[in-house]
């Protein structure tokens, strides 16, 4: 094939990046109407609740007024922000530990058939039982911060855990065969060939997990109440609750919502990282 | 013919769980050197038959036999390319570490580099080592397809329509760039094919193979010299010998029929 000219060059392939060209015509108005809008909306919606907290002269402790919101965020900052990192890190924790055992689990099932067989049903009741319901018990069982971990490691464990599963069963038949064909070992087929088809799956799995595990977190400490010795964020929701201090919910609410949008954004940064060179998720334009 | 045997298949029939006979009592010797086309309708067992030269599946009764029949003429890993259908890259892998893949597996990366850069070049693909199958068209997959079946040198290539979702520009110059390649390697050809054209074109043998169950209607010797060309796709033999193959084929499947 030396002598043969070069094909014309790719005529199936799409020029990468194509669909974004319509973005890059105006991508100061594409900008303005992905970003500005929903943040037009945020400050409509504020104005309102303001004028309505004022003219009806609503007490804070029904509803506080955005503005009396952003004082209590700003005046109790030291308290809230390091409530913040207290339930991140719970997070964090329980995120890492549920992204090793989901994925390690699940590789260790694409090897035994019998291993799967035996403990699969158990990790689906581990799902399907409400974390919630779960919580008092290890909350009697376990010190504080290590039953917290453990909520936010049960609810994130099984979207890890079934992604991987999939994702190591969906291997190309013929890339399947090709391995076969060279005698590849069943190492060299797991890390060469199951590992990277799965790579997509896990990553969603991942997000899905990163945003459970805030979600297990924020479960178990509001289980743990006033009772518990805990100083995340949504045990501050719920001692401020018992004080009638809504501001503050209010404050901690918001930290709490930018926390798991933020914990979503990385992972998705994340994905887009790690696949943008190959796969179709990360090629076609995104959100 | 006179050249040793490299594989032969004996009486092999294949019947799969759900009743299907792909091969009933097939015979069939494969010779260093030739470029022996199986042809039929599909469903025949073409790639049935390829799949156990290959050893990606076992024959139901009968025997694949290797060269002289000795044990010890069984191949080694990597003494086999297969080319599938598709391409079947992957697509998380740059064309290189695709090329390379088969060398990792039977473990002489020590050796990988300059192999893969020279069946890179071989194909046509030099400037491509870093590309992602994505950024390829259909028939530069194919080439790195043919680059990796190529690059632990086999002496075998068995290939299963490998062409056949291509355009038919792209597939008469991959065409021609195959005959290049086995005339250069001096490698023995399996090739699977639907199309009596391409068949009549690359072979120096074509077997016509019978559909449900696969068995051997003809055995047809391509004597035309090679290097063939444009001039030998446009010639009265051609035409003459695509008549005699396309004749030998109606009869393969009007036997099934009537």
Known sequence: ?287 | MSSPAVVALRAVTKAFPNGTRALDGLDLTVRRGEFLSLLGPSGCGKSTALRLIAGLSRPSGGAVVWGDGAPKAAPARGDLGVVFQEPTLMPWASVAANVRLPLQLTRRADVAEPRVRAALARVGLDGFAEAYPRELSGGMKMRVAIARALVTDPALLLMDEPFAALDEITRFRLDNALLGLWQELGKTVVFVTHSVFEAVYLSTRIVVMTPRPGRVAADIAIDAPFPRSETFRTSAEFAALCRTVGGALADAMGETFA
């Open chain 1, 1 to 287: 094939m030396s002598g043969s000219p070069a094909e014309p060059a790719p005529a199936g392939m799409p020029p990468v990046g194509a669909p974004a060209e319509a973005d890059e015509a105006r991508p100061w108005r594409a900008r303005l109407v992905r970003f500005g809008l929903p943040l037009l909306a945020l400050a409509l919606g504020c104005v309102a609740w303001e004028l309505v907290v004022w003219v009806y002269a609503v007490p804070a402790y029904q509803l506080p007024s955005p503005l009396a919101v952003a004082t209590t965020l700003v005046e109790d900052r030291a308290l809230l922000f390091g409530s913040l990192l207290v339930t991140l890190e719970t997070t964090a924790y329980g995120f890492a530990l549920a992204v090793l055992g989901g994925a390690g689990l699940a590789i260790l099932f694409s090897q035994s058939r019998l291993l799967e067989t035996m403990l699969y049903p158990y990790a689906v009741i581990l799902q399907v039982t409400p974390v919630v319901a779960v919580a008092p018990l290890l909350l009697i069982w376990l010190p504080q911060p290590v039953a917290v971990l453990a909520c936010a490691w049960i609810v994130a464990f099984f979207p890890m855990l079934a992604n991987t599963t999939l994702g190591l069963h969906s291997v190309d038949h013929n890339l399947s065969d090709l391995f076969a064909l060279y005698g590849a070992s069943r190492l060299q087929r797991l890390v060469r060939l199951q590992l990277p088809a799965a790579l997509p799956m896990m990553l969603a799995g991942a997000r899905i997990a990163g945003g459970l595990s805030l979600v297990g977190a924020v479960v178990a400490e509001i289980a743990a109440g006033s009772a518990g010795a805990g100083s995340g964020l949504a045990y501050r929701i719920a001692e401020s609750s018992y004080r009638l201090n809504v501001p503050r919910m209010f404050a901690a609410l918001i930290l709490l919502s930018v926390a798991g949008m933020a914990v979503f954004g990385l992972l998705s940064l994340a994905s887009w990282l790690i696949l943008r060179r190959w796969h179709e998720s990360a090629l076609s334009r995104g959100p």
